[in-house]
């Protein structure tokens, strides 16, 4: 895989699985077994210049042939409350993206971002707010887990695709990931420990479901009906919501895995015991599987003008009264502010 963004053409060797990494050793005048050290050393964040077991000759030509998009700390901030870390990674050209970690009983979970911005245009969210940039290489969004290990310390376990950009608008570029993130002679984070939010593209959703990847599928609904959705995420005029939920359904069919419906309680808009009756109708009406959804109390960005619910727990018994499956996303990092776009756009503005 080359990289077409410089003048001078280079491999973006971490999108490189380990039998791409071989055959580039190889292809460079090496033994295949130095591929092999080669791709220990980069997926632990190391270069060249620190390859102590690599003959000097053979770092010399991956420095000219090759380069490492490994992010860089721009900001870090670390939540008193919890301990949560929120990232503004810099990557190779500039731009920057976010990522935060979170620890949990379960694990450490890493939040990271797809694209430099994001095109959906969602009406709550930050992170859309200067639009989309670029996509993010499989290097980029692998980057991220291992630049956040490297700096705390810490083996990240679960990682969710919810940061900045939409993960099925990067297709190709995404399902490389979910391949080298699992590799075993990785970082070897199970395909079940991943998770993937999407706004609703159907098309991604259809491909998705046929290329074997036991991930957990999140689909940020926020809406039980036509009208509200579209108000607030544009690409449910392109796809509505009748046929997202029976891409979703189809979905579940195939894989067999349980969709997660992800659904942001705004004041006003879609929050009331009368909403919450709909959308439980309308997931009972296209789902027939088992469904969960995780409500998320609206993390209020000024640009909007949008205000949070104060109805959750009352929106959330009355899908369970109805036999849908909710909870409440815990809310962690609330002194950092911790979700994503604020720190992106801060410093595209600064």
């Known amino acids: 895989m080359m990289d077409n963004n410089t003048s001078v053409q280079k491999y973006d060797i971490l999108s490189y699985s380990y039998d791409e990494v071989e055959s580039l050793a190889v292809s460079l005048g090496e033994k295949a077994y130095r591929g092999a050290q080669v791709y220990s050393w980069i997926t632990k964040g190391v270069w060249t210049d620190k390859m102590s077991n690599i003959p000097l000759s053979f770092r010399k030509k991956l420095d000219e042939v090759c380069e490492f998009r490994l992010p860089k700390v721009k900001k870090k901030l670390v939540s008193k409350n919890d301990g949560t870390v929120k990232y503004l990674f810099e ?20 939040c990271i971002s797809s694209q430099a911005g994001c095109r959906m245009g969602c009406k709550f969210c930050a992170s859309t ?6 996509d993010l290489m499989p290097s980029e969004m692998l980057g991220q887990i291992i630049a956040a290990q490297n700096d705390t310390g810490e083996r990240i376990s679960n990682v969710v695709m919810m940061g900045i950009g939409e993960p099925l608008d990067n297709y190709d570029n995404t399902v490389k990931f979910l391949h080298l993130v699992s590799s075993e002679k990785g970082l070897n984070i199970g395909l079940r420990h ?13 491909k998705l479901a046929n290329e074997g990847l036991p991930i957990t599928l999140s689909i940020s609904l926020h809406a039980y009906d036509n009208e509200v959705r579209s108000s607030i995420m544009p690409i449910n005029k392109k796809y509505p919501i009748e046929k997202l939920l029976v891409a979703c359904d189809e979905y579940f069919q195939k894989t067999g895995r349980r969709i997660s419906f992800e659904y942001t309680l705004i004041s006003g808009k879609n929050d009331s015991r009368e909403n919450a009756v709909s959308l439980a109708a309308l997931l009972k009406k296209y789902i027939h599987g088992t469904c969960h959804v995780n ?9 909007t003008g949008l205000k949070t619910s104060q109805n959750v727990n009352v929106f959330k018994e009355t899908l369970i009264s109805k036999g849908i499956n909710a909870t ?10 911790a979700s994503c776009g604020q720190l992106r756009r801060q410093s595209k503005e600064e």
């Open 129 to 134: 707010i200067l639009g989309k940039s670029r």
């Open 328 to 337: 409440v996303r815990r809310r962690l990092g609330s002194d950092i502010n």
């Open 194 to 206: 991943i998770s993937l939010s999407s706004c609703g593209l159907v098309n991604g959703i259809d």
């Open 295 to 303: 409500l998320i109390p609206l993390n209020e960005v000024k640009e």
């Open 91 to 110: 990557l190779i050209d500039g731009e920057c993206i976010e990522s935060v970690f979170m620890r949990y009983e379960h694990g450490n979970t890493l």
